[in-house]
């Protein structure tokens, strides 16, 4: 069975940082595609950032340049480095998982909240 277990979301103030990780089991960890998405109140679930197997990365344009996606293939885990943190920022962040070639959207994560206020 797959799990994908989240933390590090929270309150923080404008212009700070914050780091979600996002440890999977139940998968090849090293083969799979990773990613994160977020959800603001009241709006679509959009894309923040994805990471390839190969280590390939693209971001929103709305996080370029202060977003950092990674991910650490010995620990089964994938990171979101969040800095100069905007009030529209504020979103439940979801990680994603997913097998290159595989049918749908893959599996996620419960989501964590990140509250970006002073």
């Known amino acids: 069975q797959v799990q994908l277990v989240q933390s590090g979301g929270g309150l923080v103030q404008p212009g700070g940082s914050l780091r979600l990780s996002c440890a999977a089991s139940g998968i090849i960890f090293s083969i799979y595609h990773m990613g994160w998405y977020r959800q603001a109140p009241g709006k679509q679930r959009e894309l923040v950032a994805t990471i390839t197997s190969g280590g390939s990365t693209n971001y929103a344009d709305s996080v370029k340049g202060r977003f950092t996606i990674s991910r650490d293939n010995a620990k089964n885990t994938q990171y979101l480095q969040m800095n100069s943190l905007k009030p529209e920022d504020t979103a439940v962040y979801y990680c994603?998982?997913?097998?290159?070639?595989?049918?749908?959207?893959?599996?996620w994560g419960k989501g964590t909240l990140v509250t970006v206020s002073s």
């Open positions: 994603n998982v997913k097998e290159p070639g595989a049918y749908g959207m893959g599996y």
